[in-house]
């Protein structure tokens, strides 16, 4: 295991829960998903207007900021990626503990 992979290394520091600090977080450690942040940033704010709620945005932002959590830390970052790749086993205990892995990771 590379000191990068070692549990509780940080790629960056956690950054505050703001759509714009959560945006240039994203932007370091997942740049390519930015497309998807914006869209879904959208579409939070039309439900909110359309719903007269803040209930949309807020949950956008607790979205992105557990992927942003997940994806500032490699060690968070492999063992999700590994668990989503398992989930669909063919081994339903291996399967099984994928959702297990998962439920500890998100």
Known sequence: MSARDAPGHE???RPEQTPEALRTALAV???????DMRRTHDEALAKAVAW???TPVRSWVLIWARDIEIARRPD?????????GDLEHRDPDLA???LRDLSTVN
């Open 11 to 13: 790629l960056i520091p």
């Open 52 to 54: 007269q709620s803040p």
């Open 96 to 98: 099984r503990q994928a």
């Open 76 to 84: 968070l970052s492999s063992r999700h990626l590994r668990a989503t």
């Open 29 to 35: 450690v997942a740049p390519s998903r930015l497309p």
